[in-house]
């Protein structure tokens, strides 16, 4: 962040360095469903970014001390994969990879029923297979996606999504380049259908309203992307309710015979 560069990462006609315009999302694809030993998974590709989510649970937590008696604990661990990044990242966690692990936990469990069901653990599992500026909120947006892929009881889907500043102006979702050199990253979760904000970041600096900007910014596409979520899911489930029907087929073919 704040880098000094000669790039320019706006032209004249508010164009951004990768094309896109102030307001817009980098192209985004969701698929739910993409593991079959998780209870739940979703892949995402957001720009650049891969990302692999896995959900297990509500299982007992372990260790017990761990349990709680009144509500699930929800476990995060967000992973970069070694040839995520130009550079081999080195396996293994970081303070930073740590940190991430920590709020998409929070940010989760703030949708997730965790009363449902005392003394369990809720398992989420993050893999970054490619990385390009705005990991933790892909990260987030497909965690979200694995978990109700597994059933588990949300009052809603969260959606991370960042908006920052670039040489003066606020703009949606950053780029590498923009994340390098521009001026502030603001990552956010949002729960779409409320507009209630349950992650908060910002590297960098700036003002009062450029902040109050970029969070309508972010707000504005999240609904974009809670689109997507869905979209995912209701393929999801509609190859579910096919392969059900052929089960069912094949059962009464069975039952026939006899
Ligand atoms: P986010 O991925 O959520 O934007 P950061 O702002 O910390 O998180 O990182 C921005 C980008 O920097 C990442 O998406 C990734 O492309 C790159 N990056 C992060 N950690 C490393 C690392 N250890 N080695 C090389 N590149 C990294």
Redesign the pocket.
């Given at each position: 962040m704040s880098m000094k560069t000669d790039i320019k990462l706006i032209d004249d006609k508010g164009v951004r360095i990768d094309g896109r315009k102030p307001d817009q999302l980098r192209p985004i694809k969701i698929e739910a469903g993409v593991l079959k030993r998780a209870d739940g998974s979703a892949y995402l590709e957001w720009g650049k970014?891969k990302v692999l989510a896995a959900v297990y649970g509500p299982r007992e937590a372990h260790p017990r001390h761990l349990q709680d008696s009144a509500k699930a604990i929800v476990q995060c661990r967000y992973n970069?994969a070694p040839f995520s990044?130009?550079?081999r990242?080195r396996p293994g966690p970081?303070r930073?990879s740590v940190e991430?692990s920590k709020i998409i936990s929070e940010a989760l469990e703030s949708v997730i029923l965790t009363e449902l069901f005392p003394r369990s653990s809720i398992d989420v599992f993050i893999e970054v297979l490619q990385?390009?500026?705005?990991?933790?909120?892909a990260g987030l947006t497909a965690a979200s996606v694995a978990l109700a892929d597994a059933g588990i009881p949300m009052k809603d889907l969260v959606v991370g999504c960042?908006a920052g500043k670039v040489e003066g102006t606020v703009v949606l979702d950053l780029g590498?380049e923009e994340?390098n050199f521009g001026q502030a990253?603001v990552?956010l979760a949002i729960i779409p259908r409320t507009g209630e904000i349950v992650l908060l970041q910002m590297?960098g600096d700036m003002t009062r309203e450029e902040l109050f900007n970029a969070i309508d910014m972010a707000k504005d596409a999240s609904l974009r992307i809670y689109e997507l979520q869905k979209e995912a899911l209701r393929r999801r489930y509609a190859i579910v309710a096919e392969e059900e029907k052929e089960e069912i087929a094949s059962m009464e073919e069975i039952k026939e015979e006899e």
């Amino acid at each position: 962040m704040s880098m000094k560069t000669d790039i320019k990462l706006i032209d004249d006609k508010g164009v951004r360095i990768d094309g896109r315009k102030p307001d817009q999302l980098r192209p985004i694809k969701i698929e739910a469903g993409v593991l079959k030993r998780a209870d739940g998974s979703a892949y995402l590709e957001w720009g650049k970014n891969k990302v692999l989510a896995a959900v297990y649970g509500p299982r007992e937590a372990h260790p017990r001390h761990l349990q709680d008696s009144a509500k699930a604990i929800v476990q995060c661990r967000y992973n970069m994969a070694p040839f995520s990044v130009g550079d081999r990242k080195r396996p293994g966690p970081d303070r930073r990879s740590v940190e991430i692990s920590k709020i998409i936990s929070e940010a989760l469990e703030s949708v997730i029923l965790t009363e449902l069901f005392p003394r369990s653990s809720i398992d989420v599992f993050i893999e970054v297979l490619q990385a390009n500026a705005g990991t933790r909120c892909a990260g987030l947006t497909a965690a979200s996606v694995a978990l109700a892929d597994a059933g588990i009881p949300m009052k809603d889907l969260v959606v991370g999504c960042a908006a920052g500043k670039v040489e003066g102006t606020v703009v949606l979702d950053l780029g590498k380049e923009e994340d390098n050199f521009g001026q502030a990253d603001v990552p956010l979760a949002i729960i779409p259908r409320t507009g209630e904000i349950v992650l908060l970041q910002m590297d960098g600096d700036m003002t009062r309203e450029e902040l109050f900007n970029a969070i309508d910014m972010a707000k504005d596409a999240s609904l974009r992307i809670y689109e997507l979520q869905k979209e995912a899911l209701r393929r999801r489930y509609a190859i579910v309710a096919e392969e059900e029907k052929e089960e069912i087929a094949s059962m009464e073919e069975i039952k026939e015979e006899e």
